[in-house]
């Protein structure tokens, strides 16, 4: 086990300039206009951006009604033994479940748990990798299915879910697990 850490730091180290080289260079030997393509996502997404902008307003409303209502605080006392059973802290709880509704929401939670524990501690390492195992389920199916005209999502919104409870519970264990060690 003790050879794990360092290989991952070595992997974390190299993985993004890998990337941002071998990706170009995959493309330019693909004989793709790299440059042009870029750009023209770039384009692209600054459009999905400005057509989802009224649906993060009213994400962002509605999440702030719910934490200035107290319903998370009255959440997490009443949720308090079954997250004790899990391992889960209370504190990462907004987390986990602002994740499948929100990135920025998510993501201003999260510098406000590693802000508030700090960012070595159990609860800031959970909210960590709970970020990363975790997706925005529910706004990448309402950009992408909508994007190409997709009405029904039959079991898609399930399978997201499920997914996003198997990364909470995962990131729960991996941080316990190397904690320990």
């Known amino acids: 086990m003790s050879y794990l850490i360092p290989m991952l730091q070595s992997i974390s180290v190299w993985a993004i300039p890998v990337l941002l080289v071998m990706i170009p260079l995959a493309g330019l030997v693909r004989r793709v206009p790299v440059y042009e393509v870029f750009v023209e996502g770039a384009k692209e997404g600054f459009q999905v951006g400005v057509r989802i902008i009224p649906f993060l307003v009213a994400i962002m409303v509605a999440i702030g009604m719910f934490r200035a ?41 999260l510098r406000d748990i590693v802000q508030n524990a700090g960012p070595d501690s159990l609860i800031g390492r959970t909210a960590a990798v709970m970020y990363g195992s975790t997706e925005t389920t529910f706004y990448v199916l309402a950009v992408y299915f909508g994007s190409v005209g997709i009405r029904r999502s039959r079991h898609a919104v399930a399978a997201g879910l499920l997914a996003d409870l ?3 519970l995962s990131a729960v264990w991996i941080v316990r697990l190397f904690m320990k060690g």
């Open 69 to 109: 209502s107290g319903a998370m605080e009255f959440l997490g006392r009443h949720l308090q033994y079954a997250l004790q059973v899990i391992g889960m802290p209370v504190d990462v709880l907004p987390l986990a479940l602002m994740r499948p509704l929100s990135g920025s929401g998510s993501l201003g939670i």
């Open 166 to 168: 198997a990364g909470i």
